[in-house]
């Protein structure tokens, strides 16, 4: 079986044959972006309508790891599930002949495809990534018009999906300001299209938009979720910083302030004296360590292979390399070096450290590369980096 084209490029995957400056010049967080090709397979290593089968009919599913959908009449949760709390695989296969949308989401979490697609997505992006699958029966349509608080790519596995796309009444709208369908007026598409098998969209958050399947197949589509931080949440972040270093930020709001009498006149030329200081003290490298360290910490490490090739590292002459898109940051702490890395962090000797440079600079380690350390020590700084995930046995 050839290698996945997402394992080397998982942004190439979705928008090729356009190249990832373009789309980041011009698509993203701006408009639509429809990639057609003649590549039916291109997602099938990922999912299939099979594997969905399977799952509902071999698993316990709780409530909430699966849901279902249909614009009319809507599915009600007790359709499908049992009063126990779990899934009943009877009531969903017979919604789903009554048209109703399947949805599993956050597959990603339990399914390890999907995750590791996730993690490549996350180590480029620097965002959550996370998946939402919709499995359509023919001739039906899931939800109805609406727009989404986050960007999203919808990549096309089986079937055919008629997509329209309407106007943008909010721009880049914050994560929970949903759609409101009273304030949302949806007028005539703007752009339409049917997305074919192994065909991609990528569609900005805001962009009111709406599906149905298209011809006599069901429409199996994985839907990528980007969930970011905005300059919103960096400024609000290097504000919090500036107010741990000045008292004035931390007084309390003039007494009386919200009677209507109130003269404000003192209140603007304090306002203002905190802007100038916050203009002038705000720094950008602490909030966005913060946030560098609080994402690379929140992903889900990958340990696979960690517990049936636990003594791998202790044997002389085996080389590693850096596990493909694992995340880490170099940091010091006293007398130990720390990797800030998928779930945390950990932590080696002083000596360890020129070792550590040379993996993560791209290179291949060994015990022998920790000869700084005495052999205890080296075998476990070996032994920890392969089970906290972070190295894989080189295939060179």
């Known amino acids: 079986m050839s290698r996945p084209a997402w394992l080397d490029d998982p942004i190439a995957s979705l928008i090729a044959p356009f190249d990832a400056e373009t789309f980041f010049r011009e698509y993203h967080e701006r408009k639509a972006l429809i990639v057609h090709r003649d590549e039916p397979a ?57 048209g109703a949308t399947i949805i599993l989401p956050q597959l990603h979490m339990s399914d ?30 899931g939800f109805r018009t609406h727009y989404d608080d986050h960007d999203v790519f919808v990549l096309q596995v089986s079937g055919e999906k008629y997509w329209r796309l309407y106007d943008t009444p909010v721009e880049n709208p914050y994560r929970g300001e949903s759609f409101r369908p009273d304030d949302h007026k949806v007028g ?34 994985i839907t990528l979720g980007l969930i970011v931080k905005t300059w919103a949440d960096l400024m609000l972040e290097a504000v919090s910083e500036v107010a741990l270093r000045h008292p004035a930020f931390r007084r309390s709001l003039p007494v009386g302030y919200a009677r209507p009498d109130f ?20 720094r950008l490298d602490e909030a966005m360590d913060l946030f560098a360290d609080s994402f690379i910490r929140s992903r889900m490490p990958d340990v696979r292979g960690t517990i049936s090739g636990f003594a791998a590292p202790s044997e002389p002459g085996r080389n590693f390399r850096l596990r493909p898109f694992v995340p880490w940051r170099l940091a010091g702490d006293g007398d130990d070096v720390v990797i800030v890395t998928a779930g945390g962090e950990v932590r080696f000797p002083a000596a360890a450290e020129p070792g550590l ?7 291949t380690i060994s015990l022998e590369t920790f000869s700084g350390l005495d052999p205890d020590a080296a075998r476990d700084a070996l032994g920890k980096l392969h089970a906290f995930g972070l190295i894989v046995p080189d295939a060179v």
């Open 42 to 98: 291109r997602y099938e290593g990922l999912l299939s309508i099979e594997r969905i089968d399977a799952m509902i009919a071999s698993r316990d599913l709780r409530a909430g790891s699966l849901d279902m959908a249909r614009s009319e009449p809507p599915v009600q949760p007790e359709d499908f599930t049992f009063e126990t709390g779990y899934i009943d695989p009877g009531g969903v296969a017979d919604q789903y002949r009554r």
């Open 112 to 141: 390890p495809v999907l995750g590791e697609f996730c993690r490549a997505m996350e180590a480029l992006l620097s965002c959550h990534v996370q998946t939402n699958i919709y499995l359509t029966p023919p001739h039906n349509q």
């Open 188 to 221: 005539e598409p703007v752009e339409e299209f049917v997305l074919k098998a192994g065909e991609c969209a990528y569609v900005p958050r805001g962009l009111m938009h709406d599906a149905s399947t298209h011809g006599d197949e069901p429409s199996l589509h």
């Open 263 to 282: 003269d404000r006149a003192e209140a603007q030329a304090h306002f203002a004296s905190l802007a100038e200081t916050l203009a002038s003290e705000a």
């Open 357 to 363: 440079h040379t993996l993560l600079d791209g290179g």
